[in-house]
Every structure is written in C-alpha cells, then in structure tokens.
C-alpha cells in the first residue's frame, strides 16, 4: 500500500473518535517516509523527535495496553531480583494480578533463597486505609526476617492508596533497616504517578540508585567486568545472553535484573562497562553509572544472529584483541548452527507481513530477526516509549511503515483489518482479539509461554515459534467448508 | 538443618501460623476483577474502571489469560492530577470516548482503590458527564463501588451485580405481577460450562430462566474470523425484568447475598442460596429447589443422567475412599468441593480460603462434622498458600484441589494438584468443563481419578506396573 494510502486511511479511523480525542491520537501515529528530494535516502518524517508524539497520557475511557508505574516498578525492575522479598503494599489486587505473570526465571529455592514466585502482599483493609499501615509494615517486615532468613533485603511497593493517605513509608523503612539489619527499601511507585509503566522504571531505578548501588565491594575487580542491565530472563533470556557474553572472555558480574541478586547488583558500579538490552526501562541507572563512577555503558541487541553478531563485534571493540579475537571465534562458532536455522525456515517465513506492537525495547529490537527470517515489518508501536525509542526506531525500519503510539486496540484493530499482516507480535490483551479474526499470533512480552528468544540459545526457538504461528494448519480450517 | 529442611518442620508451621500482617500468597483477588468479570455476562456491556489504568491493564490480562479469549474493557486513567483535584474530569471526557468508539448498551462500571481513596462519587459524575453531553440520557450506566481494600472479587461480583439489576430495573417493577422466569445467579464461576449445564437443565424442566450474570458466550466465542467486541451475555430488557421473576437461585450464596437480599427484600421474591453444588446429592438439593420455586417436576431424562453420573461415581469411588485431599479458593466452591469429596468417600483435610469469613469456618466445620469422612477436615479461614503450604508438608494428603497457584506447593509436597477455580493459567480448556451437575460430577470424578492413576503409573516400580488400575 502507498504511503499517501496508508495515511488516507489512518485519518479516516480516527475519525471514529469525538474531536479532542481525535486530534490526540492523530499525533501519535506516523507512517515513516522517504524524503524524495534526497533521491531516495531516508528521511526523518518532518521533525525526528516530534513527528510521533508520546509518553504523555493516555485518553480516558479507551483501550489502551498501558500498565501503571507499579507495574514497572514491582512487575519490571524489582520483580525479577531473586533474593529479596518484594512486598506489594497496600490492597491485594495489584500483587495478585502481577504474582508470576511476567516469566521471570530465577535460581535457587522458592521460599528459601527465591522469591520470584510469590505474591507477598500487605492486603491492607478498610481500617489500614483509615488509620494508615505504618505498625503493620513494620510488623511483616519483622515477620519476613523471621520466616525467609536468607533473604537478602525487603523492597516496598507501593500502590495508589499509599501515596494518596501519606503513610511514610520511608520511615518506617530506615527504622526496619536498623531493627533487621537488613536493607529495607521504599520504592514510590504509585500507579497513578507518572502516564505508564515508565515512570515506575525511573523511580525503581532510584530506588536502586539510593539503596543498593555501590553499597558492596568487588573482590577482584578485573578488566574484563561487565554487568547485563535491562535483561529479565523472560523465558531464560539473560541465560541465553550470558552465555554469549561469557564466551567471549567477559565476566558477568551482575545482572539486572531477570535472575539477579541484590548481593551482586551492589557491586555493579565496579564494573567496566554496562551492557543494556532494555534501554527503556534501565537506561537512567546506567546514565548514574557513567556520572558518578565514569562507567560507560553501549545498547546491544541479541535478537536474530545479523544484530547478536554486530553487536558482539561492538561490545568487544570496546576490549582488547583478546576479547576481539574471541568474538570472532564465537560468531564462526554459531554461524553454522543459524544458517541451518535459516536454511529450516526462511523459506517457510520469506515476504510474510508483521505488525508488532510491544513495549521496551522489542518494538525495535526484535525486527532484525524477523528480517533474518525474511519477514518484513510492516508496523510497529510502544507501549510506553519516549522519544529517544521512536528516534532509534525511525531509521530501523523500511518507508511506508506505521508507527504508533500506545496504539488503541480500536486503532489496531482496524490497521491490522487494513494492512492484513501474516502475523500479529503483542501482548496477552491483543493476542485473542487478532486471533479470533483468523490472524497468527505471538505473545512478544511473554515469548508466549515459550523462549528464550535472546541469543544464539533463542534464535532457533524464535523462527519455530513463528513458523508455527504463521504455518500452523489450524488457520487452514478458519473458514467452514459449507459457509 | 538448612533453610530448605526448616521450612519444612513444624516449627516452621506454627511461626508461620503465628504471623499476624504478611500476607504470602493468598487466595483472593481484589473487587474490581470480580465486577468486570460480572459486567462481561450481559449483552453490548462495557466493563469500565473509574480509577487508574494499570488495574484495568491487569484484571484484562488476568481474565485473558485464564480463558484464553479476548477481554475487552476501559478505564478514565487517572493519573497524579486526578489524585488532587478527583477523577470527574476523567470521567466526563472517558464516558465520551468509550460511548462513541466502543457504542455499548451498557456501562457497567466500577471503583480503583485510588477514586475510593479519594472519595470520588460515581452516581454525581456519571450524571455531571449526561449534563456535559459525554453520553446519551438512554444510555445505562451502572454504578458499583468496589473498594479493593474490602472483601475481595466475589464481592465485586456481588455489587456490580446488583448495581446492574438496579439500574437496568429502574420504573420495571411490577409489584406481585411475575413474569414465570426463574433468576439464576452463577457468581464467580471460572467453569462457565457450568452455566450452559444450568440452562440446559432447566430447560429439561421447563423451567424459563434469566441468568444473572451469563458469560459463556463472553469467554467461549467461536474462531469464526471475525472478532466481536460484545458476543453474548444476559440481554438488557431481561436483566431489567429480572425483579419480577417468581424467584432467586444463586449458586454462590457468599459471591452475591447483597444480590440475593435484594431480591427477596425489595421485590418479594422467593430466595434460594446453595454453596456451589458439586457432586450429585447437592445438585438434587437444587435440582429439587427449582421443582419447590416453580412447582414443575424432574423429568425422567434428568434421572437418567443422574443415574450414569452415580454410575461414574460408583464405578470410581474405590480411588477416593479414603484418600486425603487439600483444597483452596472460594469459600462457596470449597464449601461444593468439600461435600463432593466426601460423597466420594474421600477426606477433606486442610481446607483454605483466604476470603472465607468466620461464618464461612463455621459452615464449613459443621458439613464436616455432618459426615464420617469429614473428621479429619479443618477450615482456614483468612489462611493463604504458605501457610498451606506448611500443612502440606507437616500433615500429608495425596491429592491439592484449587486453582493454578497451588502448583508451587504442591510440588514441594510432591503431590498431584487438579485444577479447578480461578485462574488456571497453565492447562487448557478447562474452563470448558463443567464442575456442576451431574456431567460436571462425571468430570470431577474422571479427574481427580485419572490424575492419581497417571501417578501411580509414573512412580511406581516394574513389578507394580500393572495393565489393570
């Protein structure tokens, strides 16, 4: 479809919407243009940093996929940190819907030394609400030391109703701490503070900024410390990426945070360089790390073998030849392994159409994979991006793209009726709708119960999964021979 | 003793008993996913959150993903100035939005923790939003205050329940002139086959029903290639007329006894409460209510099936005779599980519900003191899954019966867990099983049976391998 077409059309569904909502949502949907007095060459649409507006609220009364800033917070960062208790403070509901959900795997004993799996909450009741919860957080704070000895540190979630009746929970953290000698950190992250999940990124990464970073010592500090930011082991990914890292002679001192331990993350402002996959969510620590400990940090991206082997030649050229040469034997070593995995299914996937609509970092990061396959991405959005994602998400993808901005699912709903991809890429809320009118689909927060996707090790497990959405003969049946 | 073999002792169970403010792992959701999953059982209904976005973001993916079906809802996502100044604003330009993109019949609409907090006053907004134009005088909008930080999502489903009957039923009442219908309220039912077993029963009888709240639809939609956003539910003009039907039947009397109250105090009707009748004698307990209410009889089909689900039972009840079992959720459905189990012959052990009231636990200790078989039984009312967790372990049983959560303990326990309840994230289709009447107890049965079965055969040496079980 041409972009003027596409663009026709675009208008035309807004126009479902009453003015003020209409012209909101106009500014958040771009379709990514060739500047034809360049000959050709890729132009920014009009203006690179304001032609897709976003990280500004969501309208009222529609159906947007965003999560609030506890989610970031608890469900995103804090979650995944495998040996403390994380302690959803307030009503019940928040932990519960978030308890397990997000596929974070960890090491280590559940109940013993990993709390991963677990809704800690502190169901706070009408009275709690009235008088305020301070006696009681210290009261499960002192409970937690007694019943999880091995936990290495209590984090305070907070939902909506605990900013909204003031209890200081700030105090009664310092307080915890002296008691227990064990760290207690409150964590403000609200849900309805900040437009999406984002804000709760940021307030947990300075929440981890203020009581873990640099509160322990590397023993053996060496130059070939790294640390994985923006990782969380959805499916066993930061294993997968490990594993590459690992390989090339680097040691991982920390992750951050998909199987990660706060006793090896307080010691991350050692390292020597930071590695981030997810820019969104971890990029502000990484941003303190290289202000106050001049620790550089470079975005890499292990989805499909084309991006894991630049960026495996990019993160060792920050390295000596050691690492270099290790590189090299690393890619050589796998080459064969994902030309088989091409040689399996490019055939199978080759011209297919996909729309993605994610959040993080995948809306961007995963479509070199899909271009391995021979997939071309013919949409893509965020969730909760800001402007920094939609400028390194321009140049990625081809002219006649759509971009969109916490997309609707009315919006998406009608694209996806319009631009008939071959396959749908998003989360649990949109996987039914699309499926229900005959289109694959993956879950790309969740890998879909499968994974990991990350590295050599997710590679060959992500071409399957998509083949067998796209291939898979149920689809073949959608239409019933008599009808 | 390291930490892995202590919290395995009974040491541990009583400091884990003794804990009086942590809550790990409990049973129970919050109001609101009760009354979004209430609003979803009635026709062109939108299910609409008055607070912030992420809870609405949750309770859609929770639903999703248990059923494996779309979910469709909104909120006005409030945000931090909202939080100062109340959500009207929100509202206002929210109902205006939802009405003109989503076109619905019905509003139903509930409360974040955050609007309660803050005191916002749905009935005044939603009115200041008709003034403002956001929607149309006809449109119906349904109020419901679901504070999470009170009861937990059966009582969502009960107050958004009867903020729908009220609503719908404004100026419908005809005092003494009843339409012959029966109301049929399912409550939180995660089995929705339950509620197309129900109407296909009555519809044996003869008996016409409304069934308040009907989502089979909802969340078991054909793959047709086309998605509609409302499939189903309950219609408007029924739910309204629901107020002069000759009677009330819930089948989960602690998801809806504001409802049930209502019903019988305001407009007269006779009121029937059961306690999810599972198994065969309390579904004759209903079936037989139903004959008492509308004076139709049992037909001799119905007896027949009744008689190949005792069958079932029968040909089962030596693989439950005497077997120990936990169970958790809801405190109607351990109220139906509990009875089933001891119909079979089997014991009820530990038995929790975090949401289970006082009232529940005497309940519940009186129907298993009403048999032999319950004498092992204790209720935990207010208990959560570690402290399950520490019974499993100290006081064995061979079997946990719940919902998708209970995995983690059982595991630890090493023992099989059958899932039934909310939500089942890990199996498929179950929902589209029936756990009630007498198909739903040949289920139960061929469930519970199997599954110890399928271990025996996968722990048990050669020489015990055998072809006949």
């Known amino acids: 479809m041409k972009t003027t077409e596409v663009k026709g059309f675009i208008d035309e569904l807004l126009k479902a919407y009453p003015d003020k909502a209409r012209k909101n949502r106009a500014s958040h949907i771009a379709v990514k243009e060739t500047a034809p007095e360049t000959g050709g060459e890729t132009a920014e649409p009009s203006c690179s940093t304001c032609a897709i507006k976003s990280n500004v609220k969501s309208i009222p009364g529609v159906m947007t996929a965003r999560g609030c800033a506890y989610a970031g917070s608890k469900g995103v960062v804090w979650g995944p940190i495998r040996d403390m208790v994380h302690l959803s403070h307030g009503p019940v509901g928040c932990g519960y819907y978030s308890w397990s959900t997000r596929r974070n795997l960890a090491q280590g004993k559940p109940g013993v030394d990993n709390f991963v799996p677990f809704q800690f909450t502190s169901d706070y009741q009408e009275k709690d609400i009235v008088y305020g919860g301070a006696q009681k957080l210290e009261d499960i704070c002192r409970e937690i030391k007694v019943l999880f000895p091995e936990a290495k540190g209590i984090s305070v979630q907070s939902e909506c109703p605990i900013g909204l009746i003031g209890d200081d929970i700030e105090a009664s953290a310092r307080l915890m701490q002296k008691e227990l000698a064990l760290p207690v950190i409150p964590v403000r992250c609200e849900g309805f503070r900040g437009v999406s999940q984002s804000l709760g990124h940021h307030i947990a990464n300075d929440a981890v900024r203020d009581h873990v970073l640099g509160k322990g010592k590397l023993p053996d500090p060496g130059p070939y410390d790294v640390a994985i930011i923006g990782d969380y082991n959805i499916g066993g990914d930061a294993w997968a990426s490990r594993k590459i890292i690992e390989e090339l002679g680097l040691r991982v001192v920390a992750m951050w945070s998909g199987d990660g331990q706060i006793e090896t993350m307080k010691l991350t402002h050692m390292v020597k360089l930071n590695l981030i996959h997810c820019y969104r969510s971890m990029n502000y620590i990484a941003r303190h790390m290289e202000e106050e400990y001049n620790i550089p940090w470079m975005e890499y991206n292990f989805f499909g073998p084309t991006k894991i082997e630049a960026s495996i030649r990019a993160i060792a050229a920050r390295f000596d030849k050691t690492i270099q040469d290790n590189a090299e034997k690393v890619i050589a070593k796998y080459r064969p392994a994902m030309d088989a995995v091409l040689a399996k299914y490019k055939s199978r996937l080759d011209g297919r159409k996909v729309m993605l609509y994610v959040g993080g970092l995948r809306p961007r990061h995963v479509i070199g994979a899909y271009e391995d396959l021979g997939m071309d991405i013919i949409g893509t959005g965020y969730e909760f991006g800001h402007a920094d994602d939609y400028q390194r998400t321009f140049p990625q993808v081809k002219e006649g793209t759509v971009i969109y901005d916490d997309v609707t699912e009315y919006e998406m709903e009608e694209m996806v009726k319009k631009l008939r991809p071959d396959l749908v890429a998003s989360g649990i809320k949109e996987k039914y709708v699309f499926q229900k009118m005959g289109f694959p689909f993956r879950q790309m927060h969740s890998w879909d119960y499968s994974g990991p996707y990350h590295g050599y090790d997710g590679f060959p497990i992500f071409a399957r999964d998509m083949d067998m959405a796209v291939n898979s003969p149920t689809w073949k049946l959608v239409k019933a021979p008599w009808a | ?469």
């Open chain 2, 1 to 469: 003793m390291n930490t892995a073999e202590w919290i395995n002792t009974v040491e541990y169970k009583e400091l884990n008993f003794a804990r009086k403010a942590l809550v790990v792992n409990p049973t129970k959701a919050c109001q609101p996913l009760g009354a979004f999953f209430c609003a979803s059982g009635f026709e062109g209904t939108l299910p609409y959150e008055h607070g912030s976005q992420g809870c609405t973001a949750y309770f859609r993916n929770n639903l999703a993903r248990h059923y494996r079906e779309p979910f469709p809802a909104v909120s006005d996502s409030m945000t931090e100035d909202a939080a100062v100044f109340g959500g009207r604003a929100n509202m206002i330009e929210g109902l205006k939005n939802a009405n003109d993109l989503y076109k619905p019949k019905m509003i139903a609409m509930c409360t974040s923790c955050m609007a309660e907090v803050i005191g916002d006053d749905l009935k005044a907004f939603i009115s200041n939003a008709r003034d403002a134009g956001s929607i149309p005088a006809s449109l119906p909008v349904a109020p419901a205050h679901t504070p999470s930080f009170i009861g937990s999502h059966i009582t969502g489903y009960d107050n958004m329940l009867l903020a729908i009957v009220k609503t719908l039923s404004e100026g419908k009442y005809k005092d003494g002139d009843r339409n012959g219908k029966l109301n049929v309220i399912p409550g939180f039912d995660a089995h929705i086959e339950n509620i197309r077993e129900v109407k296909r029963y009555m519809s044996m009888m003869g008996v016409p029903v409304t069934v308040l709240a009907d989502n089979t639809e909802t969340f078991d939609s054909p793959l047709s290639g086309h998605y509609e956003m409302y499939h189903g539910g309950t219609t408007l003009a029924e739910a309204g007329d629901s107020v002069n039907a000759i009677g009330t039947i819930s089948m989960q009397a602690y998801a809806s006894a504001k409802t049930v109250k209502e019903f019988g105090a305001e407009y007269g009707q006779k009121t029937a409460e059961f306690n999810y009748p599972m198994g065969i004698a309390a579904f004759d307990s209903f079936l037989m209510k139903v004959s008492e209410m509308t004076g139709m009889p049992i037909p001799a089909s119905i007896t027949d099936e009744r008689g190949r689900a005792l069958d079932a039972a029968t040909d089962a009840h030596q693989y439950f005779h005497g077997k120990r079992f936990s169970m958790f959720g809801d405190p109607d459905v351990m109220l139906g599980l509990a009875r089933f189990i001891m119909e079979m012959g089997g014991e009820p052990v530990h038995i929790v519900s975090t949401n289970g009231t006082k009232k529940w636990e005497r309940e519940m200790q009186a129907l298993l003191a009403s048999s032999p078989y319950g004498s092992s039984g204790t209720a935990y009312p207010g208990k959560d899954l570690w402290h399950l967790r520490s019974l499993l372990v100290t006081e064995p049983v061979d079997m946990l019966i719940g919902d998708s959560h209970g995995k983690y303990a059982a595991k630890d326990a090493g023992i099989p867990l059958v899932r039934i309840g909310f939500p089942i994230t890990d199996r498929v289709n179950l929902h589209r099983y029936a756990t009630l009447g007498y198909k739903g107890t040949m289920n139960l049965i061929t469930w519970i049976t199997n599954a110890f079965l399928d271990e025996l055969d996968r722990t048990c040496d050669d020489a015990h391998f055998e072809l006949l079980r």
